[in-house]
Nanobody, 123 residues
Framework: QVQLVESGGGLVQAGGSLRLSCAAS????????MGWSRQAPGKEREFVAA????????YYSPSMKGRFTISRDNPKNTVYLQMNSLKPEDTAVYYC????????????????WGQGTQITVSS
């Protein structure tokens, strides 16, 4: 089992930047693909970004591509989401995800979800 805990959320001004972190525990973490999804109030959860366990392959939702960057540091058991040029429509709870398959993360059915961290973009 993989346990995921997100951090780094908060209130951000439109146009600003923020970096989310996801700390993981579990004996299979280093071999897992990782990713992020988000859910705004009253809306369905949507895929944001994913990264293979080696970091060699990344995938982004088209609406976030060019603004968000996913990365990971396996020795630290941590995955990051760098968020730039934030917009009010980015306001949501952001969830970290892990699975043996990057495809499962993209499809929204990962093995593990984190508890989520709130991002609120003002102005």
């Amino acid at each position: 089992q993989v346990q995921l805990v997100e951090s780094g959320g908060g209130l951000v001004q439109a146009g600003g930047s923020l970096r989310l972190s996801c700390a993981a525990s579990g004996h299979t973490f280093s071999s897992y693909a990782m990713g992020w999804s988000r859910q705004a109030p009253g809306k369905e959860r949507e895929f944001v970004a994913a990264i293979s366990w080696t970091g060699s392959t990344t995938y982004y939702s088209p609406s976030m591509k060019g603004r968000f960057t996913i990365s990971r540091d396996n020795p630290k058991n941590t995955v990051y989401l760098q968020m730039n040029s934030l917009k009010p429509e980015d306001t949501a709870v952001y969830y970290c995800a892990a699975d043996s398959s990057l495809s499962n993360i993209r499809s929204g059915v990962p093995t593990a979800w984190g508890q989520g961290t709130q991002i609120t973009v003002s102005s």
